[in-house]
Each structure stands twice: as structure tokens, then as C-alpha cells.
């Protein structure tokens, strides 16, 4: 379709002077001999470019410029002045009112010809811009439904209020950097008496880490076969894996050419009724074991990333547990928050916290924690996951108090 430009003078030499230097150059045109007419024509046709008479009847250039840039209809439409006038006041009223353009008469073909193909080249780049940019917008509002949507189905795989268990207290808080993280982690029960605990933090962030935290979490379910398996032995025909062994079948499902991704594991088995943790890290923050009477233990049995294809071995541990002991398993997001300025929390001032709010209830102290590292930054936003578990062993008369 050839553009429309729309020709506004009162002086019919003009406008015929002007219409045949645009018509050789195929554009499509339109005329208004006065300000009321002008506008009426405009509404109606919506033309590419108006040439705008300054001085005109009814109403002049000015007043025209001024009422169609308020008008939403036409307010992207380039307007150039056309006028006798030469003062560079004159110009610059025009420019202010809107105006893309002044043409001085009487005309040069040249000028004309140059200033018109420029505006509309200018206004056929402004239309793909915007073009382009809403259309990035309504692709950039589908990507967000789609990581709301993902975001939702993350936040479905992790635990569902604390779990039932004997004599221990449980308590979390998970903060993804982005509508969706790398981080999981979930509570199990094996057994009568033990529990399966893991928490995984995928590297990088967005949908891709997400999609490997899910496949993760799913192998990580007690029916897949993963944490127990079948054995031909009396009832419940079932052994449970130790930690080394989960690991070891982690790694070798998840090299990192799968996803180009690895991540870091703590895989622990909580005996509530022996009182025993069985425990491996994937180079995982170790967790802290806050004994009763304030002394930390670090459990640091273990080996590096689960992405190397089953080629080193992961070591296990053991820790004896007691009641009014705390442990507590995090993710890298904790030490590696930064204020504003890019300090780092670290690991003394976490540490420190979880001292200071040692004798208070596991629900109080992982909501503490997570306080203070806010505190410490100013509420800045996480540049990583954080992610904090809390676990409190009680005395056996005493039930479990939620998380």
C-alpha cells in the first residue's frame, strides 16, 4: 500500500504545486484547505504525514499540531510545518507543539522530497519498534505464566507442612532468587523409625536448573526405587541404601553432559529410635550439628559434585543424636548473600546467629536466621537460592511442633 500523506494549505497554487512533486513519487494524497478541515480529514483517514500550513483560516498550523498530538488516535503521526515564515522562534513553537519538521517556502522539490521520505522513514521505524516491542511484551507476559505455572509445580514438591515424626521438630525456609530456583529438598519416610532428609542446589538458575531440580526430586521418591530397593529376604522385602550408595546412583544419572548442569547434594538417614544420622555430601555446604550444650559439629564426610559420572567414591558418616540437639542443612545462598554493597553474610555470621538462638524452639531459630541474613543486607534481593532445614531432636515425651 503506497503511504498517504495529507496536504494542508489554504492556497490551492500550493497544494497543487505540492501534489505534483509527491504524486510522481507514488505516494497516495489527500487535501484540506483549511485548520477544521485538516483535522476532520485526519480522523478520518489517518494519513502517514501531514504537511501543515502555518497561516490558514478557522484554525491555523499551530492549533491543528496542538489538538491532533493530544488526540490518541493521531498524536505518532509526523506533522511538517510549512510556512513563509522564517523566524527560528516560528520554527521552534512548531517543533514544541509536536511538529517533526519545517519546511520554509517557497519549496525546493528537493527539500520537500528528502524531509518527506525521512519523516516517513522515521515513522515507519517507530511503528516496527513498537510493533516488536509489544510483541516482546506479550511473549515476555506468556514466559511469566509459564514460570508462575513452573514455579507452582516446584513449590508442589516440597514437603507439605512437617512431617509426622516421632520425637523431632522440623522447620524450613525456602527463598528462589527467581520465580523459580535450582534448590530443593524434602523429608521421607523409609521406614517405622527412619527418615530419608536431602536438600540438592542445582548451579545456575531459571528453567533449566528447575528442570533438573524436578527430574531430581522424582528419582529421589521412595517408590522409584532409588533410596530403597527390593531384596530377597524376609518381610518387608525391601533394603534401605545408605547414603554413599544414593549418591554414587545420583552421579551416574546425572553427568553433566545430560544437562550441562551438576549439582550438590546432602543426603542424610535419621534413625529417630536409635537415635543415629547416616549421612553423605556431594560438595555441599556440610551440615551443622548444634549440640545441646552449644558445641558444632560439621558433617563433612563426603566427596565432590554429582556430575562426574560415578569416577570417585563418596564417603559416609555417622553422628550420635541427642535430645535438644539441632541440626540444620543449607544451601551456598545463606554464607554467599550479599548487601548492597556486595559483602558477603559469610559463614562466621551465620554460625553466630544460629549460637545466639540456639535455646529457642527449631521453628524460632531457622525464622530467626533467615531474619538476621535479611537484616544484614537491607532486604536486598538474593542473588541465589536460600534455602534452611532445621531439624530438632526431643525428648520422647514431646511431639513434633510443625515448620
Known amino acids: 500500500m503506497p503511504e498517504k500523506i495529507c496536504i494542508v494549505d489554504d492556497n490551492l497554487v500550493n497544494r497543487k504545486l505540492l501534489s505534483g ?3 510522481k513519487e507514488g505516494y497516495e494524497l489527500i487535501e484540506a484547505a483549511d485548520g477544521e478541515e485538516a483535522i476532520g480529514l485526519t480522523m478520518k483517514e489517518l494519513p502517514d504525514l501531514i504537511l501543515l500550513d502555518i497561516i490558514m483560516p478557522k484554525k491555523d498550523g499551530y492549533q491543528v499540531c496542538a489538538e491532533l498530538k493530544k488526540d490518541a488516535r493521531s498524536t505518532h503521526i509526523p506533522v511538517i510545518f510549512l510556512s513563509a515564515k522564517t523566524q527560528v522562534e516560528d520554527k521552534i513553537k512548531g517543533l514544541d507543539l ?3 519538521d519545517y519546511v520554509t517556502k517557497p519549496f525546493d522539490r528537493g527539500e520537500v522530497l528528502a524531509r518527506v521520505r525521512t519523516q516517513l522513514n522515521i515513522a515507519r521505524l517507530t511503528r516496527e519498534i513498537v510493533e516488536a516491542n509489544d510483541e516482546l511484551m506479550r511473549k515476555q507476559r506468556r514466559l511469566n505464566e509459564d514460570l508462575e505455572a513452573a514455579a507452582g509445580i516446584q513449590q508442589s514438591l516440597l514437603p507439605h507442612g512437617a512431617p509426622e515424626m516421632e520425637n523431632v521438630s522440623v522447620a524450613w525456609r525456602f527463598m528462589p532468587c527467581d520465580s523459580i530456583g535450582g534448590d530443593i529438598f524434602n523429608v521421607i519416610r523409609l521406614d517405622e523409625t527412619r527418615w530419608g532428609i536431602y536438600m540438592l542446589d542445582v548451579s545456575g538458575h531459571g528453567v533449566p536448573s528447575a528442570l533438573v531440580t524436578v527430574s531430581a526430586s522424582q528419582l529421589l521418591r521412595p517408590q522409584r526405587g ?5 531384596a530377597i529376604q524376609p518381610p518387608p522385602y525391601y533394603e534401605i541404601r545408605g547414603p554413599s550408595e544414593v549418591l554414587d546412583l545420583l552421579d551416574r544419572e546425572y553427568p ?3 544437562f550441562n548442569k551438576y549439582f550438590t547434594i546432602t543426603y542424610l538417614i535419621l534413625d529417630v529410635e536409635a537415635g543415629l544420622i547416616r549421612y553423605s555430601n556431594a560438595a555441599h555446604p556440610p551440615p551443622i550439628l548444634l549440640r545441646r550444650d552449644g558445641r558444632l559439629e560439621l558433617l563433612e564426610e563426603g566427596g ?3 556430575g562426574m559420572g560415578g569416577v570417585l567414591p563418596f564417603e559416609e558418616g555417622e553422628k550420635r543424636v541427642d535430645p535438644g540437639d539441632k541440626l540444620f542443612i543449607y544451601t551456598d545462598g545463606i554464607p554467599e548473600y550479599e548487601d548492597e554493597t556486595g559483602q558477603l553474610y559469610g559463614q562466621e555470621r551465620f554460625v553466630e ?3 545466639q538462638l540456639r535455646e529457642r524452639p527449631i521453628a524460632e531459630v531457622v525464622d530467626g536466621v533467615i531474619d538476621a541474613l535479611m537484616a544484614y543486607g537491607n532486604n536486598h534481593p538474593p542473588r541465589d537460592d536460600v534455602t534452611l532445614l532445621g ?3 526431643k525428648d520422647k515425651a514431646n511431639r513434633n511442633q510443625g515448620g
Request: hydrophobic letters at 60%; charged letters at 25%.
Open 21 to 23: 512533486i509527491l504524486k
Open 98 to 100: 509536536g511538529g517533526a
Open 226 to 230: 532409588l533410596l530403597m530397593k527390593k
Open 256 to 258: 553433566i553432559e545430560r
Open 304 to 306: 565432590t559434585i554429582i
Open 353 to 355: 546467629a544460629l549460637l
Open 391 to 393: 531439624i530438632e531432636i
